[in-house]
């Protein structure tokens, strides 16, 4: 094991981008968060602490806050020849004084995909508060059927943002919302984001990533005032048509295990479930 001799602990800069980057790539007990930004892509926002000895980088933690009351364990990671208990415990306490200073940051949350990363979340006191489930369509013909009202799909321009990230806010509760850099960030990197109008007014979206196999459907929601009708289905029909003329192969998606009315939908439209789950866990910052 690593001696705690000449040990600091201190918030990362862009001069570690290099270490940081080896740690993330060549060690065994990493964790990353499912997301459209590179782990690296923190440094600079806070907290993002780091275990340094005699000039080595030894373990880090990065949960900067986005959107503004929810700090996501984006990354964690720690040398192999370190206790990983001891290091997520350092750098832990040290996150969470810093939240606890934070302004609006209510819950710490994380998507553990090892069981080595459930196990320190549990010593830190999250709690598992639902789960993530995966389902997938594989390719065959998009579902056919219309709606009474009338459904307007065209691509969503940069300019409709902020009305997407209202509809955003409005449809997730806190845990789940989009911040608008990270809505930015989504459409610039999806395959097809599309968005529904009704009477001239944007009432949901869509925005899709490309997979080797296909495409990923990373987010879809609907003004609360205008779910159950069809804009959802109507909304998934065609990004399913999209890709079935890309040549798709299967189309994945993912959702709360609690969240029926959204696996209706995904089943209604020829989606499966694949088996793959993950647990959501959190823990309240207190003051």
Known sequence: ?????????????????????YLIHFEVHVHRHLDYRPPLDWIGGRPFPIIQRQ???????????DPPNIAWIRMFACKNQYSVRSAWQTLWDSAYAELQETPNVSVA?????????KVLLRSSHFQETNRIVMLAWDGYEPPKGGY????????????DLEAVKAIDNASFVAVWQNSQDYLE?????????????VDGKIVGYQISTATPMGGHLARLAVHPDMQRCGIAYTLLRNVLEHFKRRGAR?????????NQASIALYTKTGF???????????L???R
């Open 109 to 117: 949350a994380a998507i553990p995909m090892q069981s080595w990363f």
């Open 185 to 197: 960030l989504a459409f610039r990197q999806a395959a097809i984001a599309t968005l529904a109008e």
């Open 1 to 21: 094991m690593i001696s705690s001799t000449s040990q600091i602990t201190r918030m990362a800069t862009i001069n570690d981008r290099q270490k940081l980057a």
């Open 284 to 286: 309240k910052i207190q």
């Open 250 to 258: 299967m189309v994945t998606v993912n959702t709360q295990a609690d």
């Open 272 to 282: 499966e479930m694949t088996g793959e789950e993950y647990s959501i866990f959190e």
């Open 148 to 159: 009474e009202t009338k459904i307007y799909i065209r691509p969503i321009r940069q300019d």
């Open 55 to 65: 000039g080595d980088i030894i373990a880090a933690l990065a949960c900067p806050p």
